[in-house]
């Protein structure tokens, strides 16, 4: 497994029944977990004092309780900055687990002595976007949330990398990807964290176990002619590590040789010592 193991200001404090307890930079909430599926004793005060609690609803979604809890945020990893907020369906803006991919091409990015392209789709709150502009790559951000993008551009000057070279676009990625291949552009780092399910701008449809497959073929006809990784992220359980490493040994070797590793990845719980597992991620390198 890999494991985000470098926070500080970001930590989970333990989990019981069906719920984890995380520190926020300075404030504490507890969010329901599908993994987390026994009961242990909750010993720690928090539990009962949270700054804000995610209450899950039997009929489907849920609402937030707030207990002295600022409607915005901020938290740090190493030299980048995020702006946080509680929104629909339990999340914060950020995945915390991310942090091991991020550690991993930034790694990659630092070492290449070269120009590195990198595109990343469902793209999000810009986690990936602000690791690869912070290590020295030309980043291509795409959404098709108009929401998220503005909300990534807002931790890209609050992190001090306004001014770094990227490119912010609302759009559809399969859509983004097919002109992208009609343009001629090509990148040397392809990242993606697609949903389990979503819709485009215009109502395109997106359904990840019909749809993943076919994207990453195409997503290979914009890599470069020395690509330097692709990096894919699934929450979705019939995604495992295995299908991942398949998926990625299929599209991407034949045609530039390299590595593949795939592994879940996790969340250190301070309790107990015990990683909580947060999805997986399939790699590629040279």
């Not at 039997?58 to 980048?80: A, M, S």
């Not at 330097?228 to 299908?243: C, E, K, M, R």
Request: aromatic share 12%.
């Amino acid at each position: 497994m890999w494991i985000a193991e470098n926070w500080k200001d970001y930590e989970v404090l333990d989990t019981s029944s069906g719920e984890k307890l995380e520190r926020w930079g300075d404030y504490f909430l507890v969010r329901p977990d599908p993994q987390v599926i026994w009961n242990t004793k909750k010993q720690n005060k928090k539990w009962h004092r949270p700054n804000g609690h995610y209450h899950r609803s039997n009929k489907g979604g849920g609402q937030w309780e707030f207990f002295d809890l600022p409607e915005q945020w901020t938290i740090n990893y190493k030299n980048l900055t995020f702006n946080l907020k509680p929104f629909s369906f339990k999340h914060t803006g950020l995945f915390p687990e991310q942090a091991t991919n991020w550690d991993w091409f930034s790694d990659k990015i630092r070492k290449a002595n070269r120009p590195i392209k990198v595109l990343n789709l469902f793209a999000y709150t810009g986690g990936a976007t602000l690791a690869a502009l912070e290590a020295g790559a030309h980043v291509t951000h795409v959404d098709a949330s108009k929401g998220m993008v503005a909300w990534a551009k807002e931790n890209a000057a609050s992190s001090g990398l306004a001014d770094r070279p990227v490119r912010w676009l609302v759009d559809d990625c399969v859509k983004f990807v097919e002109r992208e291949i009609r343009r001629g552009n090509h990148y040397d780092g392809i990242i993606m964290d697609p949903p389990s399910y979503g819709r485009g701008p215009k109502g395109e449809t997106w359904k990840i176990e019909e749809s993943i497959f076919p994207f990453v073929e195409l997503c290979t006809k914009i890599l470069s002619d020395n690509p330097l990784f692709f990096l894919i992220n699934s929450y979705t359980t019939g995604l495992q590590p295995a299908v991942l490493n398949y998926m990625i040994n299929t599209a991407i070797v034949p045609k530039f040789g390299g590595k593949v590793e795939a592994e879940e990845i996790g969340l250190p719980v301070s309790s107990n010592g015990l990683v909580l597992p947060c999805g997986a991620s399939g790699r590629w390198s040279k």
